[in-house]
């Protein structure tokens, strides 16, 4: 293979700013892997918080990123479900495997062949680069044993189900994600949103949308559910903290079934809750690469429902730079807050 020169965009050290694009190594596949060109990356709020706030000990320099779409332009000799030239978006684990090879905000990117997309002819770069990690992190919380436990979705056989599950945080990324997975799982689904976002939550599957900004939104959820005969099965927190997770615990206080179980992107600072019965469990996208969801999500459904149309990419891209040099603008914009759309730089 002809030498390859590859470019990153570095956190030099705890709190660095800005991003130093400079030479990275190539980063040649390990068996389960493949490298990645990349074509656009898509910007979390993970990433403004390694930066500003050094959330996790990290090895420095280092490569930040979750989110990749791009060509395949190599793959590991135990890999045999992607080839060079095949399209994909993948979730880069950068984090938790701590390796710079894995961090998405480079040229060429080595991930888990196993948390790879394939991607349509008729879905571009930019789109796709939304899915991977909140569809990963949304699919921790939903499938595994220990969460939600939902069954798993079948491309275009959804089988309606017995379960209502309240997903607080409807527009955002892992929540948008988390509404439709649940959909194709069979589930009905409640969901939170600011009021100018309702339509957009309707829109990914949602049964019923409540206003999170309302000071009354848990006796509305309540209310709502009482209404309609059912009992909450679970929720599915995309949001996180004190507040979200006491409202949530109210909920399935009052009208959830004997079963039903919290998972929350971010538990705050509660450890106990008065009168709590129920468990909550905080999510963690990575852990699909160790069972069997991560292949029943991204091999398996994903793929067929994005040429479908089942499943969007959503929320939608927000490109706001080009060039590994746009990427501190990138978290800079995503540090600001979105809602119901998705920052993506090209490269």
Request: with cysteine.
């Amino acid at each position: 293979m002809a030498i390859i020169r590859n470019r990153a965009a570095y956190i030099v050290a705890a709190k660095a700013t800005p991003f130093q694009v400079r030479e990275a190594p190539y980063p040649s596949p390990l068996p389960h892997e493949i490298v990645i060109k990349a074509r656009a990356v898509a910007i979390n709020p993970v990433d403004w918080k390694l930066q500003y706030l050094a959330i996790f000990n990290l090895k420095y320099p280092h490569i930040l990123g979750e989110d990749v779409a791009g060509d395949v332009v190599e793959v590991g000799s135990a890999v045999d479900t992607i080839k060079v030239g095949d399209r994909v978006s993948a979730y880069a684990e950068g984090i938790p495997t701590r390796d710079p090879r894995n961090g998405a905000f480079q040229l060429y990117v080595a991930v888990s062949a196993l948390m790879a997309i394939k991607i349509p002819a008729s879905l571009s770069f930019t789109a796709a680069s939304v899915i991977p990690l909140g569809a990963a992190t949304a699919a921790a919380g939903l499938f595994q044993e220990t969460y939600l436990h939902l069954p798993l979705p079948v491309p275009n056989a959804t089988a309606p189900i017995d379960y209502v599950l309240l997903v607080w945080g409807g527009s955002s990324s892992v929540g948008s994600n988390a509404i439709q997975l649940a959909v194709a799982s069979g589930a009905r689904v409640a969901t939170t949103a600011s009021a100018r976002n309702f339509g957009y939550a309707k829109g990914l599957g949602a049964e019923w949308v409540f206003d999170y900004n309302s000071p009354k939104v848990v006796d509305e959820i309540i209310a709502a559910v009482k209404k309609a005969d059912v009992r909450v099965g679970g929720v599915y927190d995309a949001i996180g903290g004190d507040a979200v997770i006491e409202a949530c615990v109210d909920i399935v206080n009052t009208v959830g079934t004997h079963e039903a179980t919290i998972a929350t992107v971010d538990p705050g600072r509660n450890t106990v809750l008065d009168g709590i019965f129920r468990l909550w469990f905080t999510v963690a996208a990575s852990d699909i690469g160790k069972n069997g969801v991560g292949r029943a999500i991204f091999h398996d459904f994903l793929p067929k429902a994005l040429e479908t149309g089942q499943f969007l990419p959503k929320p939608d891209a927000w490109v706001v730079a080009e060039g590994l040099e746009g990427i501190q603008k990138g978290v800079d914009e995503n540090r600001k807050g979105v809602s119901a759309k998705k920052v993506v730089v090209t490269l």
